[in-house]
């Protein structure tokens, strides 16, 4: 089967040689995929603006050896309101980050591609809190990957909190007996939050908007407790925090 | 693995941009079995280049001098600066004959997963001249793709307070296509910038 179909959404592209770009694509079917576009960088490329970051799109490909070949691309989103806003670009680039990090090559991942599509479709609203989207995104991510941490009860012996320490390493919030060194000491507003963050739907996850110190604070957790568990660096974050 | 110098050829060819260790191998095996005279010259033109080429103290574009062509020319409008991500992007516009201005190379675009932000650009030293010249407008001609247009969106917030004209370079159908064969993208951006006539 040298030539295949597959939707998928473009998570990054890098030049290759003169005028051609490797794509990586989260694909519906197939997981991760590498393809080579060739002529893209040119202006008079046939492929336009189809296989940009951030472009949900219908793919046909040409399966080789090493990288496959995009032969047709077709615009399904293009995600218009998120490439028009700085902030939401922001937002959106750690979600893409997040999900290149997570997803496998060829190995299916339908719930993984779902959530970062609907992630988008959450931001394409252009919502109140872009910040508060991607950060409920993260959470999902983290659920999806098996690493769901703990908002509402000791992750060590599952007494049911407020409890004033949250440790990455433990798996989240855990009571005054059970808090290892690494533990640090966190605000009950912070938690909360990303409990909330955690439970919402994307679609209405960036309705409200936190108060500056509780958003502080529960970022620094999320990001330390993603960074732990990915094992990578998120360099979005960076953007995202300004 | 190979054993001394050409290893270390390899090695060195390896770390160049779009340069895989197999492209890296290939170009060592080519440059030890050229004539001694061809070696000779290419490290005679990559020590040259690295010593004679240097930024411009104004616009960061690559230059011989100082200051570059362009920023010595007094016949150049100091008030209009053209900002690119790369040098060779100040080229192909200059071919293009239109700015009468200068530019300003930012030295890349935002692209957080290689690792590039706002800080590594050379936006400051872009709101310095704005500041100190009485630049009238700032014309953002980063490439017409997601890094570039959130660059240029940056930047643009970033100049808003100083209250200098702001543009774009239009976006759209390239000159010499097809309309049909257009992406819905490129194709709505080209009917958002359209003009009278
Ligand atoms: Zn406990
Ligand atoms: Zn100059």
Redesign the interface.
């Known amino acids: 089967m040298p030539l295949y179909k597959e939707q998928g959404i473009v998570l ?1 592209a ?4 003169e005028s051609d770009k490797i794509v990586s694509i989260l694909t519906q079917g197939s997981g991760k995929i590498r393809a080579v576009a060739k002529g893209i960088r040119r ?2 490329s ?5 296989l ?4 949900h799109v219908s793919l046909l490909l040409y399966q080789g050896r090493n990288l496959d070949t995009v032969t047709q691309a077709e ?1 399904i989103s ?1 995600f ?1 309101s998120i ?1 028009a ?2 902030e939401l ?2 937002a959106a ?2 979600m ?2 997040a999900a ?1 990090k997570v997803a496998e090559e060829h190995e299916r991942n339908v719930r993984l591609f779902l959530l970062l599509l609907s992630g988008l479709r959450a931001l394409d609203e252009r919502p109140l809190d872009p910040e508060a989207v991607a950060e409920s995104y993260l959470l999902k991510l983290l659920s999806l990957s098996g690493f769901h941490p703990s908002f509402s009860a000791c992750a060590v012996c599952g007494t049911p909190g407020p409890h004033e320490w949250f440790s990455a390493g433990q798996g989240g919030i855990v009571c005054q007996a059970d808090a290892e060194h690494d533990a640090g000491r966190v605000a009950e507003p912070a938690v909360r939050w990303l409990d909330g963050l955690a439970r919402a739907d994307l679609m209405a996850a960036g309705d409200m908007t936190p108060e500056l110190q509780t958003r502080r604070e529960a970022r620094a957790m999320l990001f330390g407790f993603v960074e732990y568990h990915l094992e990578r660096r998120i ?2 974050f ?2 995202l925090a ?1 | 693995m190979f054993e001394g110098p050409i290893q270390d050829l390899i090695d060195e060819l390896s770390r160049l941009p ?1 340069i895989g260790p197999k492209s890296a191998q290939r170009l060592a095996f080519y440059i030890v079995k050229a004539p001694a005279e061809d070696a000779r010259r290419l490290s005679e033109a990559l020590v040259a280049a690295k010593d004679k080429v240097r930024f411009c103290t104004e616009c960061f574009a690559v230059s011989e001098g100082d200051r570059c062509r362009i920023c010595r020319d007094p016949g150049r409008d100091p008030t209009v600066i053209c900002v690119v991500e790369e040098s060779k992007d100040q080229a192909a516009i200059e071919k293009a004959g239109v700015i009468k201005g200068r530019y300003h190379v930012l030295g890349g675009a ?1 692209s ?4 590039i ?2 800080d590594d650009l050379r936006v400051q030293e872009l709101l310095d001249r704005v500041q100190r010249d009485g630049v009238q407008e700032v014309i953002l001609a980063t490439n017409p ?2 890094e570039g ?2 660059t240029a ?2 930047v643009a ?1 970033l100049l808003r307070p100083s209250g200098v004209r702001v543009t774009r370079l239009a976006s759209g159908l ?1 000159v ?2 097809d309309l049909e ?6 194709l ?1 951006q080209a009917l958002e910038g359209r003009r009278e006539m």
Do not use: C, H, Q, W
């Not at chain 2, 064969?181 to 490129?186: K, R």
């Open positions: 990054r890098i030049k290759l040689g202006t008079n046939k492929f336009g603006a189809r940009e970051p951030l472009t615009i293009p218009r490439r806003d700085f670009i922001a680039e750690t893409l980050e290149d360099r979005s960076a953007l300004r | 779009g935002i957080p997963l290689e690792g932000g706002p793709n997601l247009n959130a969106m940056f917030a390239p010499g296509g064969y257009a992406d819905e993208v490129t709505g």
